[in-house]
């Protein structure tokens, strides 16, 4: 029987003032909460305060108690707050096309632990990853989208989402473009990732674009979806080195690792709670000790 006590986060945003960090760390103290790591930002320009505070619960409070407990000190800051469980699975659902390096990247790190998600579904617009996917007995849904299509196979989208209870969809080089109802349905719960060459090598082949021209850096750029195609806040970025002695083909490989790695980053600090919307713009704590840590190695 694990008797461990739980470890729990809060997140906070609210205006900028005093006595926040106060009243927050002396309510969690009063409440048994020993606070383990704690990460904060004051945004001068915007006059907003954000914070995340992990926490071990020493006394046994459980979520639902914890929560109505802070409620007066939130109405007296103005506060957004949640708490949430660090132990608990986040469930997703990964929509993927006819490239597959980003879902078979985040089938392994889920099922090592390495990512704390459930991934429930994965949907596509192709029978490519079907047998992958269902031989790790994770439901895979085939939707066609054409044109004339596109609002029933998205409908049918949304309905899966919710169906099996994703707190987060995840496009996994899905090569379709979402509607504004969709992106407006599930704003700040839906994850893309793409190479980092835009504005300037749009459409096909950006690889090959990005190798005619001589580049010397391939990048990836992970953010949340909105209307706005492609230019969602930002949660991660990176980079790497190329010279004139790689080819096109490098490219393309080496983009593959970089959006990979990119993709679950940014899951990574999603899902812990970590990425706070500011705006047109993302805030990021670090991650806390521990969070990276798997439970098997494969």
């Keep these: 029987m ?60 459980s979520l639902a108690d914890l929560k109505s407990g802070f409620a007066p000190i939130a109405d007296r800051f103005g506060m957004d707050f949640s708490f949430f469980d660090e132990a608990a699975k986040r469930k997703v659902v990964v929509m993927v096309s006819r490239f597959g390096h980003c879902l078979n990247d985040l089938l392994y790190r889920s099922r090592i ?39 029933e196979a998205e ?76 230019e969602g806040p930002i949660i991660e970025q990176d980079t790497i080195r190329v010279t004139h002695a790689q080819s096109n083909e490098d490219y393309v490989s080496l983009g593959r690792d970089v959006e990979s790695q990119v993709l679950a980053r940014a899951i990574h600090a999603h899902v812990n709670g970590r990425v706070f919307i500011n705006g047109h713009r993302t805030l990021v704590f670090p991650a806390s000790p521990g969070s990276y840590a798997s439970e098997r190695m494969g």
């Design 113 to 151: 632990g390495a990512l704390p998600v459930e991934i429930v579904g994965v949907i596509s617009n192709h029978m490519d990853y079907q047998k992958v996917v269902v031989n790790q007995d994770i439901p895979y849904h085939c939707i066609k989208v054409t044109p004339q299509s596109k609002a």
């Design 2 to 61: 694990n008797t461990s006590p739980s470890r729990f986060a809060l997140r906070v945003t609210c205006p900028s003032t005093r006595g926040i960090v106060a009243a927050i760390s002396t309510y969690l103290a009063e409440s048994g909460g020993n606070i383990t790591d704690s990460a904060q930002f004051d945004d001068v320009g915007t006059g907003r305060f954000f914070m995340r505070t992990s926490f071990v619960s020493e006394e046994g409070r």
């Design 155 to 230: 409908a049918q989208q949304m309905r899966i989402v919710e169906d099996c209870g994703a707190e987060l969809i995840v496009l996994a080089r899905y090569m379709q473009v979402l509607s504004d109802e969709m992106c407006q349905k599930f704003s700040g719960r839906i994850i893309n990732i793409h190479h980092s060459f835009l504005p300037s090598f749009k459409g096909a082949n950006p690889y090959k674009q990005a190798f005619e021209k001589g580049v010397k850096l391939i990048g990836a750029t992970s953010h949340y979806v909105t209307a706005d195609l492609d």
